[in-house]
């Protein structure tokens, strides 16, 4: 197993720009969360998902949206990046509400 | 409402000598606990867990927390520090319904030769 892949690892984007990170798990996993950490704090949540067709709004949502057409997939996206989105995402997947997530490697954006 | 306060933002020990790491959460029902390790540049990595069975939880590369309900702690120790476990340890109380993950601050670890 893969487990959580996240793609792309760094990205730089121009104010305004849009993009969309991509997540894919392969653990058959029902719940998948979207985080952002700043420099020298924990992780706060973004969006999470508990299965294919559900989403619901995290800690810090504004500026991002997300689908989750999929169990394996949860893509984030950025309408018109900011500087204040420059920041480390990172993507995480659970089977049951209870249980431990299992953490992507991150992507590392930077808005200019 | 959940949430966890780690007390130290940076711990600085020698190897060979003992880690502790504090936390202290705050649930209003039996609350599971987590502890993850993130090395520099990585993802984050789970340590151990803690969902009300015993309340002394082990872990992996020698690590465990004891969970304590009349003081609301679950603090991370090692009986002796390697230059390998320097990195930063994130204290997480977990909300039971949803699943959502409530992050500390973290506490980085330094561990001096």
């Known amino acids: 197993n893969a487990g959580v892949t996240q793609t792309p690892k760094f990205r730089i984007l121009k104010i305004g720009q849009s993009m969309t990170l991509q997540c894919t798990q392969d653990m058959n996993h029902n719940y998948m969360y979207w985080y952002r950490q700043d420099p020298g704090m924990g992780l706060k949540l973004i969006y999470y998902?508990?299965?294919?067709?559900?989403?619901d709004k995290g800690e810090v949502p504004n500026g991002y949206n997300v689908s989750r057409s999929t169990t394996e997939d949860f893509p984030l996206r950025l309408e018109l990046a900011a500087p204040s989105q420059t920041s480390v995402y990172f993507c995480?997947?659970?089977?049951?509400?209870?249980?431990?997530?299992?953490f992507g490697p991150g992507t590392r954006l930077t808005v200019l | 409402a959940q949430s966890v306060t780690q007390l130290d933002s940076h711990v600085s020990v020698s190897e060979g000598t003992p880690v502790l790491l504090r936390c202290n959460y705050s649930?209003?029902?039996?609350?599971?606990l987590f502890w993850y390790v993130q090395h520099p540049n990585k993802g984050l990595q789970l340590l151990l867990k803690y969902t009300s069975a015993a309340t002394l939880v082990k872990g992996i590369n020698g690590f465990e927390a004891e969970f304590k309900k009349s003081e609301t702690s679950f603090h991370l120790t090692k009986p002796s520090a390697h230059m390998s476990d320097a990195a930063e340890y994130f204290c997480v109380v977990s909300d039971g319904n949803t699943g959502k993950l409530i992050f500390g601050q973290g506490t980085t670890l330094q561990v001096k030769p």
């Open positions: 995480a997947s659970s089977y049951r509400e209870v249980n431990e997530q299992f």
């Open positions: 998902s508990v299965g294919a067709g559900i989403t």
């Open positions: 649930s209003s029902y039996s609350p599971s």
